[in-house]
């Protein structure tokens, strides 16, 4: 009997919200956030070897600037690429300057052999909402123009749809129809990938993932009015990317 190995995955994981001070050891809404990451870093390193690549989807420090070399030198013990975008607890120019080089990088696409990515800016100067800016829009629309053949996957800090939980939904990208009238007309789109709610979500939309992911720091309960902090553990998202287009996901939680 003739049997057909089946095609290796593209093996990516994606982590977000670190919020991570100056000071080690420092606690957002009464959580250590060196110690969620370590717990997170140390599952990823011992439970996803084979992974390629890592995304950090926004707030990598949480509103100092000096904290991007402690991001670095944690991030960089993977010993794998790491490429980060910006959220709102960030400073995308000294994000940009600070991880330039080496293992962890601000990136604005990554191409492989079959899967794009685009990684887009979606904070608004001076406050924490999102928005998509029009150069970011046209940004995407040349990547998925120039390239329809390998599948994608778009990835930006704030929500685009709503999670659910109004406190939050006051952030969500302002603009959200101007990205999904760009994102309707390429069908290789696959997957839109997101942070910032600080909870695990999931959904479909014309056959599109749309995924976010649980921060390495505190978790926000969803569907409540007011933020409350969420008793979960930190965690993170993997990611399976086939060939044919194919994506299998999970979140794993770390206690
Ligand atoms: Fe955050």
């Known amino acids: 009997m003739l049997t057909v190995a089946p095609a290796a995955p593209l093996r990516v994981i994606q982590i977000t919200d670190l919020h991570l001070k100056v000071q080690p ?14 717990a997170v870093l140390a599952h990823i390193q011992e439970n996803h070897p084979d992974a390629d690549f890592m995304l950090v989807t926004g707030d990598l420090v949480g ?23 910006p959220g709102n607890h960030d400073f995308p120019a000294t994000m940009s300057w600070m991880l330039r080089n080496g ?17 887009l800016d979606s904070s608004f100067p001076g406050t924490p909402d999102g928005h998509l800016a029009y150069s970011e829009l046209a940004l995407l629309d040349t990547l998925l123009v120039t390239d329809t053949d390998r599948h994608t996957v778009v990835c ?8 659910q939980t109004p406190w939050l939904d006051t952030m969500m990208v302002s603009n959200h129809a101007a990205l999904f009238s760009v994102l309707d007309r390429y069908p290789q789109v696959r997957a839109v990938v997101w942070g910032h709610i600080h909870a695990e979500f999931s959904a479909r939309r ?8 649980p921060a390495t720091c505190v978790q926000f309960k969803p569907r409540v009015p ?3 902090v969420d008793d979960l553990p930190p965690g993170y998202r993997w990611f399976e990317l086939y060939p044919d287009g194919a994506l299998r996901t999970g979140v794993e939680r770390v206690g």
């Open 63 to 85: 509103d100092e600037p000096e904290a991007y070399e402690r991001v670095r030198q944690r991030l960089e013990l993977l010993q794998l690429p790491v490429y980060c975008l």
């Open 25 to 38: 050891g420092s606690r957002i809404w009464g959580v250590d956030v060196d110690t969620g990451l370590n």
């Open 206 to 213: 014309n056959g599109v993932h749309l995924l976010a992911a």
């Open 156 to 163: 930006l800090h704030h929500n685009p749809v709503s999670s």
């Open 226 to 228: 007011e933020p409350q």
């Open 103 to 119: 293992w962890v990088r601000r990136k604005r696409h990554i191409v492989t052999d079959h899967w794009q990515f685009v990684l």
